[in-house]
């Protein structure tokens, strides 16, 4: 079933899924705070910080990028809204309460897989015909989960830093516009937080810990401002969900934020 659904997806353009992945990323946002409110935003913070970390081992082409494009872009813009819904109508402690449980349960996460790829695998003599189905299991599991440890520490150290500086930025506008203008609050302060997270990863991942570091040229052309345009395109698309939130979120949930949706 499964197998059939991912094959026919195969054959719609990229660029079709992407818009569709960003109408599911913010539209499930929404049906979590709905019912569950902040615990919703919690939780799906949680999901899409492995989630983004797993798409990233797959690359894609789009028809408006000459090179290949790692995934995981959409959902991790996804926090950002995720995180100034909180900041909004919950308050900064509550959304700075979010980046550390996103990061924890990515650490959490991490540990649990390297564990687990710990374990012997199964030889074909212990498989048996019963368990042949199992042999190639460890080698796609080390494929796709096994950290690579710079990587790894540019990820986190880039998700810590870039999430922390959209809360404490997008808190700071609010008190600087007397809580109006929340479009300008959550763009600015995700564009912001998005070339931070492109930066701090590029300059960790592909200079300060790679054993082949690129030229500081290569780096902000390519590796910074790479997909830093299509963060732009998708920070501008949530700000229409970030004005439904207020009207999603369970009224019987007590807030910090405004009562009413800003202008």
Not at 85 to 103: D, H, M, S, T
Not at 220 to 229: A, E, R, V, W
Request: glycine fraction near 6%.
């Amino acid at each position: 079933m499964f197998a059939e659904f991912v094959a026919f997806l195969n054959t719609l353009p990229p660029s079709l899924l992407l818009v569709v992945e960003m109408a599911l990323c913010y539209s499930s946002l929404l049906l979590m705070l709905r019912f569950f409110g902040a615990n919703g935003l919690y939780a799906y913070i949680g999901i899409a910080v492995i989630a983004a970390n797993t798409q990233v081992v797959k690359a894609v082409q789009f028809p408006f990028y000459s090179d290949a494009v790692p995934l995981g872009t959409i959902v991790y813009a996804s926090i950002y809204l995720a995180t100034d819904i909180l900041n909004e109508w919950y308050g900064r402690a509550a959304a700075q309460k979010a980046v550390f449980l996103g990061f924890a349960g990515y650490l959490i996460f991490t540990v649990f897989i390297v564990l687990a790829l710990g374990y012997s695998p199964l030889t074909p003599e212990q498989a048996g015909e019963g368990m042949a189905w199992n042999l190639p299991n460890h080698d796609h599991l080390m494929a796709i989960f096994l950290p690579a440890p710079a990587i790894l520490v540019a990820s986190m150290a880039a998700y810590l830093i870039s999430q922390t500086n959209d809360v404490y930025m997008y808190a700071w506008l609010r008190k600087k516009t007397a809580g109006k203008q929340l479009w300008l609050r959550n763009n600015a302060s995700s564009l912001v937080s998005n070339f931070i997270d492109n930066a701090v990863f590029s300059i960790i991942a592909w200079n300060i810990l790679s054993p082949n570091p690129v030229t500081w040229d290569a780096m902000f052309f390519t590796y910074i401002l790479g997909t830093y345009l299509l963060r732009v395109v998708i920070s501008m698309c949530d700000t229409p969900f970030l004005y439904l939130a207020g009207r999603c979120r369970p009224q019987a949930e007590g807030v910090k934020g405004a009562a009413a949706i800003p202008a």
